[in-house]
């Protein structure tokens, strides 16, 4: 009985497809001036390509070792698919976080939302900008959702931990606090990206996923 609960995993495992590089949903240059296109170009098509890349990598070599009940190699690959598999997971959400028709403010349930859960909207601006501006590092700073409290929540992670797989809360919007997000056009003034960023954040697909994760 063992035996035959583990044949569909691993036929799942084995014939499952290779993670790809999605396609950003806007030309490189369509979030300028806030975000150039040499920074969108770079962060796209080398360290999310990489992250793709590597976690690709890390998943065969994890097939191996499971085929292989080689328990050891198992483990030791957890940081690597950690690591790789947060960046792939955090930056296909934070392309769609954004847009060339973003900024302003939320509507609808998720503004009500927002005002209960953080009083207003200025506050919960105010709020994930200092969490993200006092990310140690490199990280993200996060609004997410907690479905067993039935609230909002701001978190912030180190290095590419993926939000959901760390914390439990259900990712909304991120931002990217690593240097290669915005070091080519704002140094090291992490706080200056943070206040243009809100200018192309993407409320239509913010909202949608608070909408979905309410479901």
Same mark, same amino acid.
């Given at each position: 009985? +063992?035996?035959? $609960?583990?044949?569909?995993?691993?036929?799942?495992?084995?014939?499952?497809? #290779?993670?790809?590089?999605?396609?950003?949903? %806007?030309?490189?240059?369509?979030?300028?001036?806030?975000?150039?296109?040499?920074?969108?170009?770079?962060?796209? &098509? #080398?360290? !999310?390509?990489?992250?793709?890349?590597?976690?690709?990598?890390?998943?065969?070599? *994890? $097939?191996?070792?499971? @085929? =292989?009940?080689?328990?050891?190699?198992? /483990? &030791?690959?957890?940081?690597?698919?950690?690591?790789?598999?947060?960046?792939?997971?955090? !930056?296909?959400?934070?392309?769609?976080?954004?847009?060339?028709?973003?900024?302003?403010?939320? #509507?609808?349930?998720?503004?009500? @939302?927002?005002?209960?859960?953080?009083?207003?909207?200025?506050?919960? =601006?105010?709020?994930?900008?200092?969490? &993200?501006?006092?990310?140690?590092?490199?990280?993200?700073?996060?609004?997410?959702?907690?479905?067993?409290?039935?609230?909002?929540?701001?978190?912030?992670?180190?290095?590419?931990?993926?939000?959901?797989?760390?914390?439990?809360?259900?990712?909304?919007?991120?931002?990217? /606090?690593?240097?290669?997000? *915005? %070091?080519?056009? %704002? =140094?090291? /003034?992490?706080?200056?990206?943070?206040?243009?960023?809100?200018?192309?954040?993407?409320?239509?697909? /913010? +909202?949608?996923?608070?909408?979905?994760? $309410?479901?």
């Amino acid at each position: 009985r +063992s035996n035959a $609960k583990l044949v569909a995993p691993l036929g799942c495992l084995i014939s499952r497809q #290779k993670h790809t590089l999605p396609d950003l949903p %806007y030309d490189y240059a369509a979030l300028e001036p806030h975000i150039n296109a040499e920074i969108m170009q770079l962060h796209h &098509s #080398k360290h !999310h390509a990489t992250y793709v890349n590597n976690l690709n990598v890390a998943e065969e070599k *994890y $097939k191996e070792a499971l @085929a =292989k009940g080689d328990v050891t190699t198992q /483990v &030791s690959l957890q940081p690597a698919l950690k690591f790789n598999g947060g960046g792939h997971i955090n !930056h296909t959400i934070f392309w769609t976080n954004l847009s060339p028709n973003g900024g302003g403010e939320p #509507k609808g349930e998720l503004m009500e @939302a927002i005002k209960r859960d953080f009083g207003s909207f200025a506050n919960f =601006k105010e709020k994930l900008t200092a969490v &993200s501006v006092g990310v140690q590092g490199s990280g993200w700073g996060w609004l997410g959702y907690n479905k067993e409290q039935g609230r909002l929540q701001i978190a912030a992670c180190a290095n590419q931990d993926p939000l959901q797989g760390t914390t439990g809360l259900i990712p909304l919007l991120g931002i990217d /606090v690593w240097e290669h997000a *915005y %070091y080519l056009q %704002y =140094k090291n /003034v992490r706080p200056d990206y943070l206040k243009a960023i809100w200018n192309v954040i993407n409320w239509e697909n /913010v +909202s949608s996923r608070y909408a979905t994760c $309410k479901k």
